[in-house]
């Protein structure tokens, strides 16, 4: 069975079909991005020396509208990996019924070997390369990982420059300061923390006191692990790419995000007034293990394998994520009555608030962050009810097929509606 991320993704979509009514040829279409642009980016390096990165921008779907997704930075990125991201894409702004297709971009790059310079001289050089394919009405990036504010405030202020006047729409994510709305930077997170809330309450499960473990501890991770404190939950362990923290009797979530924004990483946490010294340094491939109420990967993809699976102790698996589980794990996990709530829609929360300042751009007005946060939670709730009674009406074997059936048609009723040949 499929590994990799593409092949992960299109498992996923064959695994629903039959459950789905979606006509056999638009299914054969929706298997195939419809396009991906390669870029070369050359980059002067603070000490003269020249590197030249490669990035992509994959467009997958627009039936529904214009393309949507994150930008990447990272060593692993790869067109596969890409077009695998922005089908997730294209399945996710359909489940929560959204007025978007789905895209991805990345470049192969380690930024945290980067100086910002650096970092900027990229960003701006990605920018010009993918500057003909993206636009508020064509295709509108996002921050994922290693990217923020800062990279979409470069992305605007490039796309802009060529435009000849202020185009904030091209990007969401962006720093409020220069058209960003309030509650973007948590929204992903907050998404997570809700769906893991519904998700108890839908298993007649208290969420107060429930342990729960994070993998990741970026921008999703640490605002899941902060918020489900807040909602009365024990986040026990969270990691990064530097090592796994762990204490049964739960972790001070704050004090190891200030020192996370002080140093850039959780290594050494232990060591500082705030870190406890009874809190057990493991392993990433260990807090997958923990006996934990939630286990929520909130880092790469494909960590929750066939052999992870088999061993994993976690009731239910919220997927903040995108495409942490195998194909092989979904079967195993499903053996063991092990409750996975699918990315597509865990982690909905992010592209849900970027349409929102997607919308008050447009608008040229903008929302409180109650408006925004009442928003999210009704659509993440409707998409979370439409998901449940695709499970019961279609009978499908789990909630990730569920929630396919839902975004398949959606998909597969724009293509038969607007034809398949111009
Ligand atoms: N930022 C967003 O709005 C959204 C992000 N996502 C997904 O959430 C996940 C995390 O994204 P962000 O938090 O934005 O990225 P980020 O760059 O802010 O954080 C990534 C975190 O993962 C950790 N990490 C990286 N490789 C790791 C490994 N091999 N083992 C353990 N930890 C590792 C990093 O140290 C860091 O703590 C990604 O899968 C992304 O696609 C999904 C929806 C929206
Ligand atoms: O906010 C967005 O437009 C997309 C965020 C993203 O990349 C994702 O949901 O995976």
Not at 71 to 94: C, F, N
Not at 197 to 214: C, E, M, P, Q, S
Not at 382 to 391: H, I, N, T
């Amino acid at each position: 069975m499929a590994e990799d991320a593409l092949g992960n993704m299109l498992a996923q979509m064959e695994n629903a079909e039959p459950y789905a009514d979606v006509d056999a040829g638009v299914f054969e279409r929706l298997k195939h991005p419809e396009r991906t642009l390669k870029v070369t980016l050359p980059v002067e390096r603070d000490d003269g020396s020249v590197d030249v990165f490669e990035g992509f921008r994959c467009q997958f779907d627009s039936a529904r509208g214009p393309f949507k997704g994150g930008i990447r930075y990272h060593p692993t990125v790869s067109q596969d990996e890409v077009t695998a991201l922005a089908g997730w894409m294209t399945w996710k702004t359909a489940l929560v019924d959204l007025p978007y297709g789905g895209a991805k971009g990345g470049v192969v790059c380690d930024p945290t070997t980067m100086s910002d310079r650096e970092v900027e001289k990229l960003t701006r050089r990605y920018t010009e390369g993918v500057r003909r394919m993206i636009g508020p009405d064509m295709d509108v990036p996002a921050p994922d990982i290693n990217t923020g504010g800062r990279e979409m405030a470069w992305i605007m202020d490039t796309y802009s420059m060529y435009g000849g006047y202020v185009i904030p729409d091209v990007v969401t994510g962006k720093p409020i300061e220069v058209g960003g709305t309030a509650g973007r930077v948590e929204a992903t997170g907050r998404g997570v923390a809700i769906t893991t809330r519904r998700t108890f309450d839908y298993l007649d499960r208290d969420l107060d006191g429930a342990t729960v473990a994070v993998q990741g501890f970026g921008n999703v991770g640490s605002v899941t692990a902060r918020l489900l404190s807040s909602m009365g939950a024990n986040v026990v362990a969270v990691s990064d790419v530097s090592g796994a923290l762990h204490d049964e009797s739960g972790l001070d979530v704050m004090a190891i995000e200030r020192h996370v924004a002080e140093k850039g990483v959780m290594a050494g946490y232990a060591d500082t007034d705030d870190g406890y010294d009874h809190a057990d340094a493991i392993s990433n491939d260990d807090l997958l293990r923990l006996d934990v109420d939630a286990l929520i990967p909130a880092a790469i993809e494909n960590v929750i394998t066939e052999d992870v699976a088999e061993e994993l102790r976690a009731d239910v698996v919220v997927e903040a994520a995108n495409g942490p589980t195998t194909v092989a794990a979904d079967v195993v996990l499903r053996e063991r009555d092990v409750q996975v709530v699918p990315d597509i829609l865990a982690n909905a929360g992010g592209v849900i608030v970027s349409y929102l300042e997607w919308v008050q751009n447009s608008q040229q007005y903008s929302w409180d962050l109650e408006q925004v946060n009442d928003d999210l939670e009704t659509r993440l709730a409707r998409a979370f009810d439409e998901m449940l009674d695709a499970y019961t009406a279609r009978e499908t074997p789990d909630l990730r097929t569920a929630a396919y059936v839902v975004a398949l048609e959606r998909v597969g009723k724009a293509h038969e509606m607007r034809g398949l040949f111009p």
